[in-house]
């Protein structure tokens, strides 16, 4: 039992402890509804089954809750303890994956370097769970790559994971993706015990979310009634756009405006869009180009304000954000741009965001002066991102996605308390209004969406100004994609997926139809592909291969030296990677949101003349481009 005091009216003063800066001289406190829910969940012991805030009120702070709730717990005996140890916060956004980790790093750095009383006291209650082991780790979980598996060796320390639904869900289901079978049962058994989801943008995850409610129930239904396990096991989805509705969901009334400044400035922000419609061709690749074209004119038009100096395109397309990302980059005296895709390494992404963090985060201070910055991007930053942009051009998505974007614009409200609110465009290409027209994202709901739109007097995406039809309501349903389900899962799965040693892939069932629904069956989790300055391309064909073993042995060694880390590793789908190897053009349609793919295009031998080195965490071996997989 740790010998350090804590009460649930602490929270405040620890919330102040990790996030007032040096030498700031009022203290940084939560909101109430933060301090509301750590009241609630301390008094109930149990989490709430959904939490839906508005874009921009601090959700992520979910973590820090978390923490402080699992230091709280712990001076309670073992059998009375509720809070889980492994805090998994899932999402299927690689840019809010990597920056709730840096998140989670922040909170694991002060803890061991506390810098007020109440940090060490958290501390040293988390440090007793593990017998003064460390008070918290965190990590990101990838896969085929080398991983920092600290929280697999130490199941009794806590710890703050980021991930996807792939990652995550694959591990849960004993298939995890890239990690050798024998760890397999190793993180299965982890994930299935003492952990609390936090599954965020869950309207990107619905057949997850179906999945991991199966898996509660059959926790259950199994536990032993003589030895039975502790049933800390929680699942709480996060949104800003339900489309679901729960019995237990925080908060029960919407956030007041008037409980704190912060939050009046960030719900009452305007942020009017126009609405134009641009005409292009039927032929996909001059549609691409007029679109991209039309998005230029667009943007250029926003940067003439003076007040808007970092504006954003977001667009649906990975080929379109790059023709995009050119022009702009072309045009004389034209903006400094960025181009931010999921498509991209995070090491690329990290030096990014950390050249032009200045510029981006929430809370930043603006200046009239500030050369004019274009964020060019998919719907990687549509969900959870914290970036705080002047006004954006987006082409035309489903409601929720368009939602998510908004969530970027005017962020902390300061344009619009200033009476400068943002402006902003929605484009969409007129082939995406012709009758029959399907998105192959977004379905017949972009079109509707736009149709929406149209019909509203004004059209202000502000979290206060905009009234979507409410969750129930067939209208809404027209707006977003339709949901895919999960197939039922059965006990006959489980016991078919527990054996990891000696199993048949050809007659188990496939995780992907449990992570993704059954109406995504095609899609396959992705290949990484990593390059490296000092393996020369000559050193992969297989002449060089027949008439000098050494060179095998030369960039095999190199390669086990200096394993492949995640950050440098590309995630592309096996299709578009088996295209670029016959050098063929990559899909134009290929989005950040996961689609389907066909695994057995181009499984042939003929074609690329280049061997490639497949690593498999343990050791590599060279291959033909027929002979990778996901």
């Known amino acids: 039992m740790p010998d350090t005091e804590l009460f649930v009216e602490d929270f405040e003063r620890f919330f102040a402890e990790l996030w007032t800066p040096p030498g700031a001289s009022t203290p940084v406190t939560p909101f109430p ?56 916060l899932v999402v299927d956004r690689r840019v809010v994956v990597d920056q709730a980790d840096v998140r989670g790093r922040k909170i694991a750095y002060d803890l061991e370097h506390p810098a007020g009383d109440l940090l060490g006291a958290v501390a040293a209650r988390l440090r007793s769970l593990s017998g003064n082991g460390p008070a918290l780790v965190t990590t990101v979980l990838r896969g085929g790559i080398v991983r920092d598996e600290r929280w697999a060796r130490r199941p009794d320390v806590p710890a703050l994971i980021s991930s996807t639904v792939d990652q995550v869900g694959s591990r849960l289901l004993f298939r995890g993706y890239g990690i050798t079978p024998r760890m397999r049962p190793v993180h299965a058994g982890l994930l299935a015990n003492d952990v609390l989801f936090l599954l965020d943008e869950v309207h990107l995850a619905r057949p997850f979310a179906e999945t991991l409610a199966a898996v509660a129930r059959h926790r259950r239904s199994r536990s032993d009634d003589d030895h039975p396990l502790p049933d800390r096991w929680k699942v709480v989805e996060l949104t800003a756009t339900p489309t679901v509705a729960f019995e237990r969901a925080f908060p029960a009334e919407p956030l007041d405006p008037g ?144 939602r998510q974007r908004f969530g970027r614009v005017d962020r902390d409200g300061r344009l619009s308390e200033a009476s400068s609110p943002s402006m902003s465009v929605v484009a969409v290409r007129s082939t995406d209004l012709a009758d029959g027209a399907v998105d192959p994202v977004y379905g017949e709901a972009l079109a509707n969406t736009w149709m929406w739109l149209s019909g509203l007097d004004v059209v202000d995406f502000g979290i206060q100004a905009l009234a979507p039809p409410a969750v129930g309501d067939p209208e809404l349903g027209t707006l977003v994609p339709p949901n895919p389900h999960a197939p039922v ?86 299709g578009d990677f088996r295209r670029w190897a016959h050098g063929m053009q990559v899909d134009p349609t290929t989005s950040d949101v996961p689609g389907r793919d066909d695994p057995t295009e181009f499984a042939r031998d003929d074609g690329p003349t280049l061997l490639y080195l497949r690593w498999s965490g343990e050791g590599c071996v060279f291959v033909k481009a027929s002979r990778i997989r996901p």
């Not at 979910?62 to 709730?69: C, E, K, N, P, S």
């Not at 940067?303 to 504006?311: K, S």
């Not at 030096?351 to 964020?375: C, H, K, Q, Y």
């Open 259 to 402: 409980s704190h400044p912060v939050l009046a400035r960030r719900l009452l922000a305007r942020k009017p869009a126009r609405l134009e419609i641009l005409k292009v061709p039927k032929d996909d690749e001059r549609a691409n180009e007029q679109f991209a074209v039309g998005c230029v004119k667009f943007a250029c038009h926003l940067l003439a304000e003076p007040h808007l100096r970092t504006v954003g395109v977001i667009v649906n397309r990975v080929d379109t954000a790059r023709r995009i990302a050119r022009k702009l980059a072309d045009t004389d005296g034209g903006p400094t741009v960025v181009l931010l895709t999921g498509r991209m390494r995070s090491l690329d992404k990290d030096r990014i965001l950390s050249t032009w963090r200045s510029r981006l985060v929430t809370g930043r201070d603006r200046r009239d002066d500030d050369e004019a910055l274009v964020v060019v991007a998919t719907q990687s930053i549509e969900a959870g991102a914290d970036f705080d942009l002047d006004g954006i051009v987006t082409e035309c998505a489903s409601l929720d996605a368009l």
């Open 489 to 574: 899962l059965l006990p006959l799965h489980l016991d078919r997926w527990v054996q990891t040693s000696q199993r048949s892939a050809d007659s188990e069932p496939d995780v992907a139809a449990w992570l993704h629904g059954l109406e995504d069956s095609e899609r396959v989790p992705d290949v990484q592909l990593v390059w490296r300055a000092d393996l020369d391309v000559s050193l992969f064909s297989p002449e060089a291969h027949q008439a000098h073993r050494e060179i095998v042995d030369e960039v095999v060694a190199r390669v086990e030296a200096c394993p492949p880390l995640g950050g440098e590793s590309l995630g592309v789908t096996i």
């Open 33 to 88: 509804w933060q301090s509301e829910l750590v009241r609630q969940i301390d008094h109930e012991h149990e989490w709430p089954d959904l939490v839906d805030l508005p874009t921009g009120t601090g959700k992520t702070s979910l973590l820090d809750i978390a923490v402080f709730l699992l230091a709280l717990d712990a001076g309670r005996p073992s059998p009375e303890r509720w809070m889980p140890r492994r805090v998994v």
